[in-house]
């Protein structure tokens, strides 16, 4: 999940059948990880998460484990819940027995040692029932650091009617959509076929990009860390938007802005590439174009190549400070991989979630949205793209500090105060930099 837009209020969703089409799914995902304990008084183990509709799972975990008592605290969303947990840890006290940790947060909380293996606790029984991807993020080796619980597969979101009336054709390949945004913007002086906005989403949306484009920002070998954000792929990606941004073909503007939904609601942005996450803006910001709207995949290089990109998602880890790391390791298996449970998260926040099995049946669970156009089933695009993640990919170990230096020179290099390249540039010696200070081994 991404916590920029899930700490965010969101509009009624299409999600209503979701716990009746839920029911019918096998109840095959249950965890296979007993819990190996003697009778006793129920153990109480507290959990920090920001998701709306995990307090009704956790309910429903107590009810079906008395001997287990789960408090959920809802203490803030991604930074904020961060620095509260990086604080605990390094106290010694105060730290939870489970928190909710974003993919690319996790490094930082292993290298430091605040998280348990969970490895050791049962956790590699259920890695088949997860996409290959995600379970890739948590784990080195044997180890497993946290359970997957929702990811963030890309797309590309398009008014049709917009595109129609220009005569201008989806694009399914890169070359096609700077073609397409140039087009558009002739038409029509106000028209941009995107909004590029180098600030507020920092690097994380063009390292979505740059995933797709078969790029590795970071890569771990041992205890060394290799710095990838300056490289032939990076770069290229980096010069295909900074050319568009020069070019005055995308909207400068905030990404979670009011004016963006503004410029959506008048149509004066004809597109989005983000994730499967934002599919409820639309309709919630642009009610009146109700079946203009549409999803595809994402462009690709070459044509012809099905390669997807994914930006947001999350996890379920257990802190070393956890009084039972075996319960706890139970409790976080259940509440990614069982139906009824994860129905409650789909409803409450619209998670897309890690499991083969519910990503299978995310089209029976959403069913067609007549926002889309021709009642589009737009789960069938991203069930698909999910798939298409490349599972080679690595986070950083300090990458609220790699997002904050790359919005701070893309937004120079968007004000024309330097160049792409060099934007990238020197975001590698800064996050390099900024590494070495912090005592890591890095290898460029």
Do not use: C
């Not at 004809?270 to 639309?282: E, H, P």
């Not at 790391?325 to 998670?351: C, E, R, S």
């Amino acid at each position: 999940m991404n916590s920029n837009v899930r700490s965010r209020s969101r509009g009624a969703r299409r999600l209503l059948a979701a716990a009746a089409a839920l029911t019918l799914i096998s109840a095959s995902l249950a965890p296979q990880i007993a819990a190996a304990h003697p009778a006793r008084a129920a153990q109480t183990l507290i959990f920090w998460q920001w998701v709306n509709g995990a307090d009704k799972a956790v309910a429903l975990y107590n009810k079906q484990h008395p001997e287990v008592k789960i408090i959920m605290r809802n203490v803030g969303a991604g930074q904020v819940l961060y620095t509260k947990l990086q604080t605990a840890l390094k106290a010694g006290t105060g730290a939870p027995d489970l928190a909710q940790v974003e993919f690319q947060q996790l490094p930082q909380f292993i290298g430091t040692g605040g998280l348990l293996d969970l490895g050791k606790y049962g956790a590699n029984a259920v890695k088949d029932q997860f996409i290959p991807w995600t379970w890739s993020q948590v784990s080195q080796g044997s180890s497993v650091y946290a359970i997957p619980q929702d990811t963030g597969p890309m797309g590309l979101y398009y008014n049709a009617a917009t595109f129609a009336k220009y005569h201008v054709a989806v694009p399914t390949t890169w070359a096609e959509f700077a073609d397409a945004a140039a087009k558009l913007h002739a038409a029509n002086k106000n028209l941009y076929i995107l909004d590029w906005d180098p600030s507020t989403t920092g690097g994380a949306w063009l390292i979505g990009l740059i995933w797709q484009a078969g790029g590795r920002v970071f890569t771990k070998s041992g205890n060394s860390w290799k710095v990838s954000i300056d490289t032939p792929i990076s770069q290229k990606v980096a010069a295909y938007w900074g050319d568009l941004v020069n070019k005055g073909l995308l909207k400068v503007e905030s990404h979670w802005g009011a004016d963006l939904h503004s410029d959506w609601a008048k149509g004066n942005v004809a597109s989005a590439i983000t994730a499967v996450w934002q599919q409820t803006d639309f309709a919630q910001f642009a009610p009146k174009q109700a079946g203009q709207w549409a999803v595809a995949p994402l462009p690709q290089w070459n044509k012809g190549e099905h390669a997807a990109g994914n930006w947001g998602g999350s996890t379920t880890a257990v802190t070393t400070q956890s009084k039972d790391p075996q319960d706890a390791t139970k409790f976080a298996t259940w509440l990614n991989t069982n139906p009824t449970a994860y129905g409650f998260m789909i409803k409450g926040n619209g998670l897309w979630p890690a499991t083969k099995q519910l990503v299978d049946n995310m089209d029976k669970i959403q069913g067609g949205n007549p926002f889309y156009k021709g009642n589009q089933h737009v789960a069938r695009v991203f069930a698909a793209a999910e798939s298409q993640v490349n599972p080679n990919f690595d986070w950083g170990p300090q990458m609220s500090f790699t997002y904050a230096k790359w919005a701070d020179n893309f937004a120079a290099a968007t004000k024309g105060k330097m160049t792409w390249s060099a934007a990238m540039k020197k975001t590698q010696q800064q996050v390099v930099g900024f590494m070495n200070s912090q005592g890591l081994t890095v290898s460029q």
